[in-house]
C-alpha cells in the first residue's frame, strides 16, 4: 500500500498539474471531514484525457459528490460543451455547485439532485440528445440498472467508464454477499453479453488502494 500510495504521489508531482481550486477543494474536503470518495487526481487526469481524445462535447456523470471528477470533465470539454451530473445527496449537491463556481465552471455543468434511476429515466423521456462519453460512480448495487438507462442516452461511440469496480479484489467472489460486489459482478457480465457494447477492465492501485475500472464503447 505504501509503495502504492508513494508511486502515486510521484506521478502527479511530475505529470498532473492541478489547478489551485482542485487543490483547494480536496483540502476542504478533509478539512470538512468529507469522505474520501472523490477520484484521485491521477484517474481524474485519466478521464480528462479519454474525454479531450475523445472530443467530447457532451458528458454525462453519475455520482457528483463534491464536483472534483466533474470538473475534470468540464476542463476537458469543447468551449460550447456541458456536463450533466447527477447526485442524489442534497448537500454534497450543494458543495459541488460552490466548487465548480470557484473553478468557475458554472456554465458548463448542470447538476441534478435525486435518485440517479429516476434522473435517467426523465432524460430519457424527454429525448435528451446522446451523450458522447459517460462516468459511472455511484451506488455499485444499481449499476446494472444505470447500464440500461444510460444505453438509451448513449450511441455508436459513446464511452461508458464505469468507477470501483474491483472492490478490493473482491470481483471474483462468486459466494460474496456484498450488495456492492454483488451489483458491480452483475455489471460486469452484463457488459459482456451486450451485444451493444465492446468492453474491457482494468485493476489499479494507488492511492485509492486496490481497485478498477471497466470502459466500454457503444457499437
Known sequence: MEKWTNNDLYIVENLIEEEPYQKIILENSRKNDLPEMEISPTQGKFLYLLAKIKGAKRVLEIGTFVGYSTIWLAKAITDDGLVVSLEFDEHYSEIARRNIELADFSDKV??????????????????????????LDADKPNYPTYLKLILKLSKPGTIIYGDNVIRDGELCNESTKDEKVIGVRNYIESLGKSELLDSTALQTVGIKGYDGFSLSIVK
Request: proline share 4%; aromatic share 8%.
Open 110 to 135: 448542470t447538476i441534478i439532485t435525486g435518485d440517479a434511476a429516476e434522473s435517467l429515466h426523465k432524460l430519457v423521456e424527454e429525448n435528451e440528445s446522446p451523450f458522447d462519453m459517460i462516468f
